[in-house]
């Protein structure tokens, strides 16, 4: 497994399924972990699980005081900033888009793709220079419109937009960008989406899911040398390749 021992991760929407593996995950191979989600019991109970070496800071992404606020205490208990994975994301409610509710809508948008911004905005000025990991979940729907999930495409659209932009803007400064797109995993979007019936991905059954420590193990594998092929850019862990470098598979 990859030493992190020293490192801090930061994870968003930590507070279950690939959110959640990562942090056990990442803390496994030594790592520092910082969890972060709007439930805060729910992270609270998942550091203490893991020990010491693991941090709660209850944080609403959408909002920049409170993510930026979040990242301050992490910095405060472990003297920086490492690796940080943009894992929160919503999909509910999913709408066709003539009757979605343009709050709700945005809503989406906020955490999705704003939350994604404000970790960014956040931890780069602590890893310029000094080099750090910025890891993003992206998703299949970033390239292909699927029915109800407007709001899911776009926002997942732009963070691939994103993880583009902090590449050619900071790789010179040591700054590793990279999005993931796990495919379907089994977490409770899953069954929010199953229970939609609307396209396609509702009408696959739990078995097609792989399992969120795929994912987590995936992320911990950008953080190597042996992903710097891909910076900038985006890895599919359909790909099976990518499961075997990453070494993933059931």
Same mark, same amino acid.
């Given at each position: 497994?990859?030493?992190?021992?020293? &490192?801090?991760?930061?994870?968003?929407?930590?507070?279950?399924?690939?959110?959640?593996?990562?942090? *056990?995950?990442?803390?496994?191979?030594?790592?520092?972990?910082?969890?972060? =989600?709007?439930?805060? &019991?729910?992270?609270?109970?998942?550091?203490?699980?893991?020990?010491?070496?693991?941090?709660?800071?209850?944080?609403?992404?959408?909002?920049?005081?409170?993510?930026? /606020?979040?990242?301050?205490?992490?910095?405060?208990?472990?003297?920086?900033?490492?690796?940080? +994975?943009?894992?929160?994301?919503?999909?509910?409610?999913?709408?066709?888009?003539?009757?979605?509710?343009?709050?709700?809508?945005?809503?989406?948008?906020?955490?999705?793709? &704003?939350?994604?911004? %404000?970790?960014?905005?956040?931890?780069?000025?602590?890893?310029?220079?000094?080099?750090?990991?910025?890891?993003?979940?992206?998703?299949?729907?970033? *390239?292909?419109?699927?029915?109800? $999930?407007?709001?899911?495409?776009?926002?997942?659209?732009?963070?691939?937009?994103?993880?583009?932009?902090? %590449?050619?803007?900071?790789?010179?400064?040591? +700054?590793?960008?990279?999005?993931?797109?796990? /495919?379907?995993?089994?977490?409770?979007?899953?069954?929010?989406?199953?229970?939609?019936?609307?396209?396609?991905?509702?009408?696959?059954?739990?078995?097609? *899911?792989?399992?969120?420590?795929?994912? =987590?193990?995936?992320?911990? $594998?950008?953080?190597?040398?042996?992903?710097?092929?891909?910076?900038?850019?985006?890895?599919?862990?359909?790909?099976?390749?990518?499961?075997?470098?990453?070494?993933?598979?059931?």
């Amino acid at each position: 497994m990859t030493d992190m021992t020293g &490192k801090t991760v930061l994870i968003t929407g930590a507070s279950r399924g690939i959110g959640e593996a990562a942090a *056990h995950i990442f803390a496994e191979a030594g790592a520092n972990v910082v969890l972060m =989600a709007r439930g805060a &019991k729910q992270i609270e109970t998942i550091a203490a699980a893991i020990g010491d070496q693991a941090l709660a800071v209850p944080c609403d992404v959408a909002d920049w005081n409170s993510m930026r /606020g979040a990242v301050d205490v992490a910095v405060a208990r472990f003297g920086g900033v490492d690796v940080l +994975i943009n894992n929160a994301g919503v999909i509910e409610p999913i709408s066709s888009l003539m009757d979605s509710d343009p709050g709700d809508w945005g809503q989406v948008i906020d955490i999705n793709l &704003k939350g994604v911004y %404000h970790g960014m905005r956040a931890v780069m000025p602590l890893m310029a220079d000094k080099g750090g990991s910025i890891l993003t979940i992206s998703s299949g729907a970033a *390239h292909n419109a699927l029915e109800g $999930w407007s709001h899911y495409c776009t926002s997942k659209a732009g963070v691939h937009m994103l993880t583009q932009c902090v %590449h050619k803007e900071a790789a010179g400064k040591g +700054i590793r960008a990279i999005g993931l797109s796990p /495919g379907t995993v089994a977490t409770k979007m899953q069954r929010e989406i199953k229970a939609s019936g609307v396209n396609p991905v509702a009408a696959l059954e739990w078995s097609d *899911h792989i399992p969120p420590e795929w994912v =987590a193990r995936a992320l911990l $594998w950008m953080c190597t040398p042996d992903a710097d092929e891909f910076l900038g850019q985006e890895i599919a862990l359909r790909d099976d390749a990518i499961r075997d470098r990453a070494e993933v598979r059931g």
